[in-house]
C-alpha cells in the first residue's frame, strides 16, 4: 500500500525558506486521481491545511499562506515537495503530507509520520 | 481562531455513548462533504468519516457521523480507553479562495 515520508531541515533561520519533501512509496504519484496535499500542526495546536497539488501541476493553497507557498512535484522521483518562503517563529509546526481522494473534500486516506520544523536562528 | 468551531474537550465512561459537535457556514459544511479525524498522541491524523458519514475500510461502525445545516457531528458509542484522542472535523470551503479548512480539535477523555 501507499506510504508517505516527509524528509526536510529539522531546523530553519528566520527570513529562511523551508524547503520539505514527501516521497510515495508502494504506488506511482503519476498513478490515479490524487492530490497530494501538505498539512502543518504547531504544537498543541491544530490543524492547518497548507495546499496541495495534482500531478498534471495545477495547485491550490490556503489564501492565508499563498504568498509564501509553493508546492511542486517531481514524477520521476515519485516525490513532491513544499516552500515557505520568510518564515518566522510562527512557522514552527510538524508537517505533514497526505494523499487527497478529491479536489473538493477535506478526506486524506493516506498521511506521511510527520516532521517537526523549527524556525529559530 | 479555526474556520470550523468545535469544543475543546468532551469527556465520558468506557461503554457509554459520546458526540462532537462541529459547526460551519454555507460555504463550507452547508454546501460540501464533512471529514473527521482521530489523532492519537503523538501520531499522524486518521481519516474516521468521509462524505459525513462514510466509513473508509477498518473503522468499526462505533464510529458514525452526520450533518444538517451548517454543523455536522461525530459520534462513538462503546467508548474504550483506546479512543482517547484528539478529533477533528475538516471540510472544503467554496469561497473565493476554495481550499480545505479544519476545526480546531476536540479533545476526548475517556473517564
Known amino acids: 500500500q501507499v506510504q508517505l515520508q516527509e524528509s526536510g531541515p529539522g531546523l530553519v533561520k528566520p527570513s529562511q525558506t523551508l524547503s520539505l519533501t514527501c516521497t510515495v512509496s508502494?504506488?506511482?504519484?503519476?498513478?490515479?486521481?490524487?492530490?497530494w496535499s501538505w498539512i502543518r500542526q504547531p504544537a498543541g495546536k491544530g490543524l492547518e491545511w497548507i495546499g496541495r497539488?495534482?500531478?498534471?501541476?495545477?495547485?491550490n493553497y490556503n489564501p492565508s499562506l499563498k504568498s509564501r507557498v509553493t508546492i511542486s512535484v517531481d514524477t520521476s522521483k515519485n516525490q513532491f515537495s513544499l516552500k515557505l518562503s520568510s518564515v518566522t517563529a510562527a512557522d514552527t509546526a510538524v508537517y505533514y503530507c497526505a494523499r487527497a481522494v478529491r479536489w473538493d473534500t477535506a478526506d486524506m486516506d493516506v498521511w506521511g509520520k510527520g516532521t517537526t520544523v523549527t524556525v529559530s536562528s | 481562531q479555526s474556520v470550523l468551531t468545535q469544543p475543546p474537550s468532551v469527556s465520558a465512561a468506557p461503554g457509554q455513548k459520546v458526540t462532537i459537535s462541529c459547526s460551519g457556514s454555507?460555504?463550507?459544511?452547508?454546501?460540501?462533504?464533512v471529514s473527521w479525524y482521530q489523532q492519537l498522541p503523538g501520531t499522524a491524523p486518521k481519516l474516521l468519516i468521509y462524505d459525513n458519514n462514510k466509513r473508509p475500510s477498518g473503522i468499526p461502525d462505533r464510529f458514525s457521523g452526520s450533518k444538517s445545516g451548517t454543523s455536522a457531528t461525530l459520534g462513538i458509542t462503546g467508548l474504550q480507553t483506546g479512543d482517547e484522542a484528539d478529533y477533528y472535523c475538516?471540510?472544503?470551503?467554496?469561497?473565493?479562495?476554495?481550499?480545505?479548512?479544519f476545526g480546531g480539535g476536540t479533545k476526548l477523555t475517556v473517564l
Open positions: 454555507s460555504s463550507n459544511i452547508g454546501n460540501n462533504y
Open positions: 475538516g471540510t472544503w470551503d467554496s469561497s473565493l479562495s476554495a481550499h480545505v479548512v
Open positions: 508502494g504506488g506511482s504519484i503519476s498513478s490515479g486521481s490524487y492530490y
Open positions: 497539488i495534482y500531478t498534471s501541476g495545477s495547485t
